[in-house]
């Protein structure tokens, strides 16, 4: 094969994946990822699931590729949220509101990213290619950047306190901040009427948005 058909296959091979990503997308946004199987994917693109498995080593990867994309778009909302303020504290109010807003309007992303987080890294390096695995995590090291140099700066300019390392405060916030979105969507609260009288009251999304702002400044400024 010459080097121009090995470059026009090559191209081929990324539109195709390209294409199979987006439709992964397209499902996830109007159905949810749940129960989402792989022949559902290949019908959406026109192929069958043989085809899917010639580009992807499985579900996994290709889950975490469609991952990316939301990756890069919650990416540039916390990213413009950054700009949009200059006070330490005022940054950082908005990077989580941001956050937490952008996993509102897009619930597949939640589950996306709740998904992969169950797994055990040594299981997603084993499913996932290693070009595939370095996106994702380029993905959300991108996200955690904008929210950890926030949090260093605000150090440097005496506006926070950290017990931690900025780091591994960002990815704790990242972490918690997917459980409280899951919270949100479900919108109900558990509680004690009496001890022992479990009750169950509600929770609106502006009320977990209000919640993991306050903790986040909390956390800086103890």
Same mark, same amino acid.
């Given at each position: 094969m010459t080097d121009g058909r090995r470059k026009a296959a090559a +191209?081929? %091979?990324r539109a195709r994946q390209a294409e199979i990503i987006t439709a992964t997308r397209q499902i996830f946004d109007s159905k949810g990822v749940r129960d989402v199987q792989i022949e559902e994917i290949a019908s +959406?693109?026109?192929i069958n699931r043989a085809i899917v498995y %010639? !580009?992807?080593t499985g579900k996994e990867e290709l889950f975490a590729l469609t991952l990316v994309g939301y990756l890069e778009e919650l990416h540039d909302a916390m990213a413009a949220a950054a700009a949009s +303020?200059? +006070?330490p504290g005022e940054k950082l109010e908005r990077i989580v509101g941001a956050f937490v807003d952008y996993g509102v309007a897009h619930p597949a992303f939640v589950d996306c990213a709740q998904a992969l987080m169950v797994r055990p890294?040594?299981?997603l390096l084993d499913e996932i290619a290693e070009g595939p695995l370095f996106r994702l995590g380029r993905g959300i090291t991108s996200c955690l950047t904008v929210l950890s140099d926030t949090?260093? !700066?605000g150090v440097e300019q005496g506006a926070f306190t950290l017990s931690d390392d900025p780091v591994l405060l960002a990815n704790a916030l990242y972490a918690s901040g997917l459980g409280a979105l899951q919270l949100a969507r479900l919108g109900i609260l558990v509680s004690e009427a009496a001890p022992?009288?479990?009750t169950v009251g509600?929770?609106?999304a502006a009320q977990v948005r209000s919640y993991l702002v306050r903790s986040a400044l909390a956390l800086v400024t103890a």
């Open positions: +191209a081929r %091979r +959406a693109v026109g %010639r !580009h992807f +303020a200059s +006070a890294g040594d299981e949090l260093s !700066h022992g009288i479990p509600q929770i609106s």
